[in-house]
């Protein structure tokens, strides 16, 4: 059973930067790609961004292209999320997934507890 914890989230105000980490444990972490999605009060969970097992390719939202950067360190068993030039509308929970790939939460098996994000203008 894989097992995924989140930290890094915070208070952060408009365009500064935060890094976002998802240890993962229990499983074979290293196959498998890695996803991070986010989810607003009264809105639905969305994608984020995504890496493949080897760190390439990776995939993002075009509402933060340029903005983050996913990336994945398989000997630490950890993915990261580096957030710049932070908004407002950025503020949600984030989630890290893994057991799966794409862009939609189902098509992922395991997900962590979620850490906050917000951004003040």
């Known amino acids: 059973q894989v097992q995924l914890v989140e930290s890094g989230g915070g208070l952060v105000q408009a365009g500064g930067s935060l890094r976002l980490s998802c240890a993962a444990s229990?499983?074979?972490?290293?196959?498998?790609?890695m996803g991070w999605f986010r989810q607003a009060p009264g809105k639905e969970r969305e994608f984020v961004a995504a890496?493949?097992?080897?760190?390439?390719?990776?995939y993002y939202a075009d509402s933060v292209k340029g903005r983050f950067t996913i990336s994945r360190d398989n000997v630490k068993n950890t993915v990261y999320l580096q957030m710049s030039s932070l908004k407002p509308e950025d503020t949600a929970v984030y989630y890290c997934?893994?057991?799966?790939?794409?862009?939609?939460?189902?098509?992922?098996?395991?997900w962590g507890q979620g850490t906050q994000v917000t951004v003040s203008s």
């Open positions: 229990g499983g074979t972490f290293s196959t498998g790609a």
């Open positions: 890496i493949n097992w080897s760190g390439r390719p990776t």
């Open positions: 997934a893994a057991g799966g790939g794409g862009r939609v939460p189902n098509q992922y098996h395991y």
